[in-house]
């Protein structure tokens, strides 16, 4: 059947290809696999239009990553990141997961582990490692408890029980 104009053509043909990548997803890789390996050239050519690519449009890409990092996914996934790297450097096992997180957050009744104040959207919960990275501790859920910001700064790299004072 013919289309009325060429953008609804397109826009099933959008459609008819994103459907098909997603069933397909395996083979379509294996084949890029493929070809990337058949062809070496690809990988300077990628580069460059990259570079070139991120040169012309560097504001948008930041401004849509800008939008994206206040998102709770967003958030979520530079936590891990950050955690990821610091883990990275320091050796450290690195298995706190965001649900695990917010299962933290619900033991504790979404309040500071030290004073007891209520997270709010003003003021959020921070990621208190009971025994610090820096001197060894792990990013796991055993070694995590929620603490206000004001809590955590007090704290520093100290290992101090709950019931203690800052």
């Known amino acids: 059947m013919p289309y009325k104009d060429k ?6 043909n959008r ?16 084949r890029n696999k493929k070809w990337q ?4 050239a690809y990988k300077t050519y990628r580069k460059k239009y990259m570079k070139r690519y991120w040169e012309e449009n560097s504001e ?20 891990k990141c950050k955690a990821k790297r610091r883990a990275k450097m320091k050796e450290i096992i690195n298995t706190l997961t965001f649900q695990e997180w917010l299962d933290i957050l619900k033991k504790f009744r979404y309040r500071c582990a030290y ?20 001197k060894g501790g792990n990013n ?14 007090k704290k520093f790299n100290k290992m101090i ?3 203690d004072q800052l």
Do not use: M
């Open 140 to 153: 796991t859920k055993e070694n995590v408890i929620p603490a206000c910001r004001s809590c955590n700064s």
């Open 161 to 163: 029980s709950i019931g």
């Open 37 to 40: 390996k058949n062809n070496p």
């Open 115 to 134: 004073c007891g104040k209520e997270f709010d959207l003003f003021d959020r919960p921070t990621r208190d490692h009971i025994i610090p990275i820096s």
């Open 60 to 79: 948008s890409i930041n401004e849509c990553h800008g939008k994206w990092l206040k998102t709770e996914n967003g958030r979520a996934c530079h936590q």
């Open 15 to 30: 459609k008819y290809d994103k459907k098909y990548n997603k069933e397909h997803r395996e083979h379509i890789n294996e």
């Open 7 to 12: 953008e609804e053509q397109k826009k099933y």
